[in-house]
Every structure is written in structure tokens, then in C-alpha cells.
């Protein structure tokens, strides 16, 4: 399994900007896709998450501003951010949970994608 985040970059203060991430392989199933982020000197955590039901948790420092959706069919999960502040400045990191893989159905666990810089300035 391979996650390929994309839609990182510059924006000011304010503004918007969507995530996405593709999870490829030969995927059954995907029991919860994540974002979380990383700013320089800090520790990673987590931003947003989603169950495959749609069940979805946040990180207080984004609640009413991020919102993480998913599309099962296309193991793609999305966070849009809008009104972005400059704590918000880190790399956004995707991840998956028990993804079930075929032909012979196995798991895996935990998987990570690349991360995506977001940026933004005052």
C-alpha cells in the first residue's frame, strides 16, 4: 500500500486550501484514513480523522475551520482548511489504518504517506 498526499502549499492568512490523499495497492479495505502534522521543532499530531462509517474526530485548534472527508471508492481521503492561521504552517502527513489488501486478504497497519508542506503567512 502506497498513500500520495498532494495539495500542500503557500497561502495567506485567511485563506484555503484542499488535501487530498490516494491510497493505492490492491485495496479491499480501509478502516480509517487520518491527517495529522508536524511543525518544525514539534511533535507530530493529529489533525483529523474518519472511519470508512464516516465517523470523523478533530483536534480542538481546528474544529469549525478543517473538515476530513473520504471516498471509500476511490480510498481518498480529503481535508479542506479554510480561515488557515499561521500555526497551522507544518507538513501534513496522511495515514492509514487496517487497510485489508487482496487477492489473498491480509492487513496492514498504520501506514504513512509522504507529507505536504503547508504554509502560511501573516
Known amino acids: 500500500v502506497q498513500l500520495q498526499a498532494s495539495g500542500g502549499g503557500l497561502v495567506q492568512a485567511g485563506g484555503s486550501l484542499r488535501l487530498s490523499c490516494v491510497a493505492s495497492?490492491?485495496?479491499?479495505?480501509?478502516?480509517?484514513m487520518g491527517w495529522y502534522r508536524q511543525a518544525p521543532g514539534k511533535e507530530r499530531e493529529l489533525v483529523a480523522i474518519?472511519?470508512?462509517?464516516?465517523?470523523?474526530n478533530y483536534a480542538d485548534s481546528v474544529k469549525g475551520r478543517f473538515t476530513i472527508s473520504i471516498d471509500n471508492a476511490k480510498s481518498t481521503v480529503y481535508l479542506q482548511m479554510n480561515s488557515l492561521k499561521p500555526e497551522d504552517t507544518a507538513v501534513y502527513y496522511c495515514?492509514?489504518?487496517?487497510?485489508?489488501?487482496?487477492?489473498?486478504?491480509?492487513?496492514?497497519?498504520?501506514?504513512w504517506g509522504q507529507g505536504t508542506q503547508v504554509t502560511v503567512s501573516s
Open positions: 495515514n492509514a489504518d487496517r487497510v485489508g489488501l487482496r487477492p489473498k486478504l491480509r492487513y496492514e497497519y498504520d501506514v
Open positions: 495497492g490492491n485495496i479491499f479495505s480501509i478502516d480509517a
Open positions: 474518519i472511519t470508512s462509517g464516516g465517523n470523523t
